[in-house]
């Protein structure tokens, strides 16, 4: 075996267990129920779960409803889920996504899959540094759903299911419990699923144009030993397809808008200069579902991102370095950033990332609307 | 060959070697960064292959052990998969290019397996089935290489059991589809039937392989008793046939063929613009080979013999490893490392003192402490042969002394000896083989 590298999170999924999430259920002694028994690819990595949020039914459940319920925004029309839909991988289709306000938001709606893994800080510029530090944050902008915690908390003491879904869950009622039970919720947001996780457990295989694609995928270009890429694994890992885990590592400057137009990004949370420009590498699980893309929706199309990576790209002075030097071509002596693919290239690459599309994932029950399915509330 | 005779000479002989002096390492400061809160704690664990010993009552099973001697966990075992009873152990574990895990068997029985590995809900690494796959006959499964061939990936597992253990001049090269792990083909060329003269393939262990050309050793009949080899062979993947027998055989310090083993093609992927070539250990002859190539006229040139074991005071050299900088090379005897610069292959030149390790050294993993301390864990055991004086009906002397049963830890830089886990003393068992639980931490195994 040569040069098979499992850097970040090696090694296996299975052949036969599958997938998404298999929960079995037990009772402990304190009488919560605790999620024992789910098997995740091993390739995936490791994953942890904070020890003061251990993720039980009771919090997920929990979380799941008030994901879905509008009652978290100020005027009870806006829910989590009107910008993170299921069958769009928990995206919205828009651009940039609208909340309370009517304004459109500074970002693009950002899928919600398999976020125990990968960059450990979340949103487009890394500004929360948890899940649970995360769940708040739209619920008290401005814009997005508008609330008062405060008065967020008073409102669902009100509502009886609530009050026995905390009860059963944290024992409490109050910003923190709901903060934990929609990041516990977010976790199971699991997609291991789709054809790309079926080759690799070796139940299928790909098409020639998917296995072109794929190899593309996973290679830096290297015109000393003839070697074709593109380029993407160097900011979406092998397996996870998403940002690396540690530190920042996760964040790039994928070289979208020059010096002059540079956006803050990571900057505004470390201040850095070095971090000017450089926001989150998503997950590209389900990408053929979630455009438009970037942080700022400015593509509509998969073939547009291509084309942004193949030609597009601008200098600034923290564009990341992997992409200056990807070059397909030898001895380019031209000073425009190109990857040089042939266009039958780029359509392998899209070809591949479809098979990152897990429809299971797309309409896996669990993960739905509690109160389009009608299921009991305690 | 009479088998006695074997296992007394070059028991022998062996163990006259282990007494051999090597130069002690000098003591040199490594530099130690500050602990990485963020460090993945899995990124010092191996999986292992254990084997349980007769006389001990234990029983076979892959485990997961933690390995950063900086650990109040150091040595012991994390999680632990017995394995069914098969007619002889699993031998050694392979991670695919995708991740997917396998694992050699030395019987009939399950010679080739899949292992399946998950994380349950505490993230912790889990097998829920170790599948022994149809591998048409052959028996005695020993390396796996992953190679493209005119652009499509195959899996080559060398069998050197062949199709028919019973045969005195047994083995193959089974070409499997890495997806479904069908047979595709079997490649066997006996000595005995190919004609005089013509390319034979007998005993196959060491794979590796460049462009459209592999390369396989002929080492020695799994019975330890009805043949030696001491060829490479080539083989054209094009018509996946052998095409050409290498002999690198030259003192014969125990009297026997020299048993070619493990196998490097040293090629431009591995080291930037190299002239690429063969390098080659042999397990009796105690020497490291190498066979320069022409890649445009697709010739193999004459071998030549890097380094001489009977001479430097060293035996059985056997796998080769490498960073990004250096490829290491186990001698059992006396139980060591050797370390060359990478950017000089295919020619070896030392790049740095020897790692001292126990008797058997054989595979190795490369990985970092919590803080931050590069380190190499050798493992050093043959064969999990057991002892006579236990009343162990699996002792054969032909190994004599290189069955220490343990790992050992070292700092990378320096080759300072950090710990040592003896299996035998602590499990009861013997260890088999040892991979980074992550895969890899080594990049040029074949």
Redesign the interface.
Same mark, same amino acid.
């Given at each position: 075996?040569?040069?098979?590298?499992? /850097?970040?999170?090696?090694?296996?999924?299975?052949?036969?267990?599958i997938v998404v999430s298999i929960f079995v259920f037990s009772t402990n002694k304190q009488g919560d129920t605790q /999620?024992?028994?789910?098997?995740?690819?091993?390739?995936?990595?490791?994953?942890?779960?904070p020890k003061d949020n251990p /993720?039980t039914v009771e919090s997920v459940k929990l979380g799941r409803r008030l994901f879905y319920d509008p009652i978290l925004s100020k005027n009870n029309k806006v829910a989590c889920a009107n910008c993170h839909k299921q069958s769009l991988a928990f995206t919205d289709g828009l651009a940039l996504s609208v909340g309370v306000s009517g304004k459109p938001l500074s970002f693009n709606s950002m899928s919600l899959v398999n976020l125990m893994w990968g960059p450990?800080h979340f949103f487009w510029d890394g500004r929360a540094n948890s899940l649970e530090n995360q769940a708040l944050q739209p619920i008290e902008h401005v814009d997005e759903m508008g609330s008062n915690l405060d008065d967020l908390t008073e409102e669902l003491s009100e509502i009886k299911a609530y009050q026995t879904l905390f009860e059963q869950a944290y024992g409490e009622l109050n910003a923190v419990s709901i903060a934990k039970a929609l990041a516990n919720f977010q976790r199971t947001l699991i997609s291991s699923n789709s054809p790309y996780d079926q080759?690799?457990?070796?139940e299928?295989?790909l098409s020639p144009q998917e296995e072109f694609g794929r190899k593309l995928f996973m290679a830096h270009p290297d015109t000393?030993?003839s070697l074709r890429g593109g380029n993407c694994i160097d900011c979406h890992s092998?397996?996870l397809t998403s940002g690396f885990?540690?530190?920042f590592d996760g964040f790039s400057n994928n070289g979208l808008d020059d010096d002059e137009n540079l956006a803050e990004g990571l900057f505004g949370v470390t201040k850095l200069e070095a971090h000017r420009g450089l926001f989150k590498a998503p997950t590209l699980r389900n990408i053929a579902v979630t455009a438009p893309y970037m942080h700022d929706g400015r593509f509509k199309t998969l073939e547009e991102v291509l084309a942004h990576y193949n030609s597009g790209i601008k200098r600034s002075k923290t564009l990341s370095p992997l992409i200056i030097e990807a070059d397909n071509l030898a001895d380019s002596q031209s000073q425009h950033i190109s990857l040089n693919l042939a266009p039958h290239e780029v359509v392998a690459i899209i070809s591949f990332l479809h098979t990152l599309t897990d429809e299971s994932f797309l309409t896996n029950k669990a993960f739905s609307d509690p109160f389009k399915t009608g299921e009991p509330n305690d | 060959m009479n088998k006695v005779t074997l296992i007394l000479l070059v028991g022998t002989i062996l163990i006259q070697l282990g007494c051999t002096d090597v130069k002690e390492s000098t003591s040199a400061t490594s530099t130690v960064s500050p602990i990485d809160t963020e460090k993945n704690i899995e990124e010092s664990q191996a999986i292992v292959l254990l084997s349980g010993l007769p006389t001990l009552g234990t029983k076979d099973s892959i485990a997961i052990i933690e390995m950063d001697p900086e650990s109040a966990n150091f040595g012991n075992i994390l999680y632990d998969y017995p394995l069914p009873k098969f007619d002889a152990p699993l031998h050694h574990l392979y991670y695919s290019p995708n991740g997917r895990l396998y694992a050699t068997g030395l019987g009939s029985e399950c010679s080739l397996a899949e292992i399946d590995l998950v994380r349950n809900a505490q993230a912790e690494p889990v097998i829920t089935k170790v599948e022994c796959l149809d591998t048409q006959g052959q028996s005695v499964g020993e390396d796996i290489m992953w190679h493209s061939v005119n652009g499509k990936l195959h899996m080559f597992v060398t069998f050197m059991g062949g199709t028919d253990l019973s045969q005195v001049d047994a083995g193959s090269v089974g070409v499997f589809d890495p997806q479904t792990n069908k047979v595709l083909k079997i490649i066997e060329a006996r000595k005995s039937q190919v004609g005089e003269g013509k390319p034979y393939i007998m005993y196959p262990h060491g794979i590796s392989a460049y462009e459209d050309r592999m390369v396989v050793t002929s080492t020695v009949h799994p019975n330890l008793a009805d043949g030696i080899g001491n060829v490479v062979t080539v083989i054209d993947l094009n018509s996946f046939e052998p095409i050409e027998n290498i002999v690198t055989e030259d003192a014969k310090p125990v009297g026997f063929p020299s048993s070619p083993v493990e196998v490097l093609f040293v090629r431009p992927s591995i080291v930037e613009g190299v002239e690429p070539a063969v390098l080659v250990n042999t397990m009796f002859g105690f020497e490291t080979w190498k066979i320069p190539y022409d890649a445009k006229s697709k010739v193999f040139a004459e071998p030549e013999k890097l380094y001489d074991g009977a001479t430097a005071g060293t035996g059985v050299p056997l796998e080769f490893y490498g960073n990004d900088t250096e490829l290491f090379i186990s001698h059992a005897i006396p139980g060591l490392v050797k370390r060359y610069d990478l950017k000089s292959l295919p020619d070896l030149v030392p790049s740095g003192e020897d790692i001292k390790t126990e008797l058997g050294a054989h595979h190795m993993i490369f990985y970092s402490s919590a803080s931050g301390r590069k380190l190499i864990a050798v493992q050093n055991n043959l064969l999990n042969l057991g002892d006579a004086k236990d009343n162990d009906p699996t002792d054969v002397d032909f190994i004599a002394k290189v069955n220490d049963h343990s790992l050992t830890v070292h700092d990378l830089t320096t080759g300072e000896r950090l710990g040592m886990i003896n299996f035998k003393d602590k499990y009861q068992k013997g260890i088999d083989n040892i991979e980074a639980l992550f895969g890899s931490g080594f990049t040029h195994h074949h």
């Open positions: 075996m040569f040069k098979v590298k499992f /850097l970040a999170a090696v090694s296996l999924s299975c052949t036969v267990i /999620l024992v028994e789910f098997t995740t690819p091993f390739v995936f990595g490791r994953f942890q779960i /993720l450990k080759f690799l457990r070796g299928i295989s000393k030993v092998q397996f885990s540690s530190f | -």
